[in-house]
């Protein structure tokens, strides 16, 4: 096979598994105009068409979805054996992939890791910060960043940060004109700043606990985001109350702009745990980033070792599930 029709697969295999020419140029840093013509002199050559086309979305023909099935994984068997030979190499190199939200981009994975690109200058990392839950290997990650309930049980997980503590927090200058809550019921009689989960579209509902009993409560407010940045910000301006992770908090609760309220209604969760899949070729570059950012004495983990309500993957953004009102 000509060198040209496997770098036109390639670009095949993008546009089919985004169903997306535009998201696939984005990934591949071609403009969409260049994916649209190469897959129609690929679809010339092999004289089938590969993809179905209408003004709102793209999805492989049979013979696409066939192509997509049997092609695609050899190409990526390929890959890894080339990363495995490069890496005979004395020096970790390559580009490592790794997909969290902005907050642990700032807070733990670039000031853990920035020390050490110096050293390594054929090292190269990607960042993506994104809200939704992806599938790290369809999605071509090296590593993904969540919560320790969201990995799945097929994934090797190493934890990055102890358990996360979360918090209610109001700035003083909206309590100097609201009562201090003190029940679930009295939160929703407040003004919440809520967040909208990317993937879904629903707006997340708080997950609390009182006793060890988890209640997942739907509240209301005029600002909804799509970040805890933006919520924490929010919240120190004195648009309402918001529930962050500790961390995020901390700086705001340090300096008195942000008051904690309701601490024994805030639940802790698992930490954060990079994750990469079992089947991947394991590459020196690969294991230098695991090994940098992993929190010390942080082990691989398994779906048994985690807390019962953890299973219920809450997010924050975390995985999308259903949530029930709570009255009471």
């Given at each position: 096979m000509a060198?040209?029709n496997?770098n ?15 998201r696939?140029a984005?990934?591949?840093g071609?403009t969409?105009s260049?994916?649209?013509h190469i897959?129609?002199s690929?679809?010339?050559r092999l004289?089938?068409?590969l ?7 793209v999805s492989?023909?049979?013979?696409g979805?066939?192509?997509?099935q049997?092609?695609?994984p050899r190409l ?6 080339l ?9 970790p190199?390559?580009n490592?992939r790794?997909?969290?939200?902005d907050?642990?981009i ?6 853990r890791l920035?020390?050490?690109l110096p050293?390594?200058?054929d090292?190269?990392v ?5 809200y939704r839950?992806l ?8 590593i993904?960043v969540?919560?320790g309930?969201?990995?799945?049980k097929?994934m090797?997980?190493?934890r990055?940060?102890p358990?996360?503590?979360?918090v209610?927090v109001?700035s003083?200058g909206y309590?100097e004109w ?8 009295d ?7 809520t967040l909208r ?7 997340y509902?708080w997950e609390?606990?009182?006793?060890g ?6 509240v209301?407010?005029q600002?909804?985001?799509?970040n805890?940045?933006?919520m924490?910000?929010?919240a120190v ?6 529930f962050l992770?500790?961390d995020l908090?901390a700086?705001y609760?340090a300096d008195?702009r942000?008051?904690s309220?309701?601490?024994?209604w ?5 930490g954060?745990?990079?994750y990469?899949?079992?089947r991947?070729h394991s590459?020196?570059a690969?294991?230098l ?12 983990i398994?779906d048994?070792r985690l ?10 953004p975390r995985?999308e599930?259903?949530?029930e009102?709570?009255?009471?």
């Amino acid at each position: 096979m000509a060198r040209e029709n496997i770098n036109d697969i390639v670009v095949f295999i993008a546009v089919a598994r985004e169903r997306s020419f535009t998201r696939a140029a984005a990934k591949l840093g071609l403009t969409q105009s260049a994916l649209s013509h190469i897959v129609r002199s690929l679809e010339a050559r092999l004289g089938v068409r590969l993809l179905t086309r209408t003004t709102r979305s793209v999805s492989p023909t049979e013979a696409g979805e066939r192509l997509l099935q049997n092609v695609a994984p050899r190409l990526e068997e390929i890959e890894a054996e080339l990363a495995a030979i490069s890496d005979l190499s004395e020096t970790p190199a390559g580009n490592i992939r790794i997909t969290a939200i902005d907050s642990v981009i700032d807070t733990v994975l670039w000031p853990r890791l920035a020390p050490i690109l110096p050293k390594y200058p054929d090292l190269h990392v990607e960042f993506n910060a994104d809200y939704r839950m992806l599938d790290i290997a369809a999605d071509r990650f090296d590593i993904g960043v969540r919560y320790g309930d969201q990995v799945e049980k097929d994934m090797i997980a190493v934890r990055l940060t102890p358990d996360v503590q979360t918090v209610i927090v109001g700035s003083p200058g909206y309590f100097e004109w609201h009562t201090k809550p003190a029940t679930a019921q009295d939160l929703l009689r407040h003004n919440c700043i809520t967040l909208r989960l990317a993937s879904s579209g629903g707006i997340y509902a708080w997950e609390l606990e009182k006793d060890g009993k988890p209640i997942d409560l739907r509240v209301h407010g005029q600002a909804v985001f799509t970040n805890g940045y933006h919520m924490a910000n929010a919240a120190v301006s004195g648009c309402g109350l918001a529930f962050l992770t500790e961390d995020l908090a901390a700086p705001y609760l340090a300096d008195g702009r942000l008051v904690s309220v309701m601490q024994d209604w805030c639940p802790t969760f698992p930490g954060l745990h990079a994750y990469y899949p079992s089947r991947r070729h394991s590459s020196r570059a690969l294991g230098l980033i695991i090994d940098t950012i992993r929190h010390a004495g942080g082990d691989r983990i398994s779906d048994k070792r985690l807390p019962s309500r953890a299973r219920r993957q809450p997010d924050l953004p975390r995985t999308e599930h259903q949530f029930e009102d709570v009255r009471r």
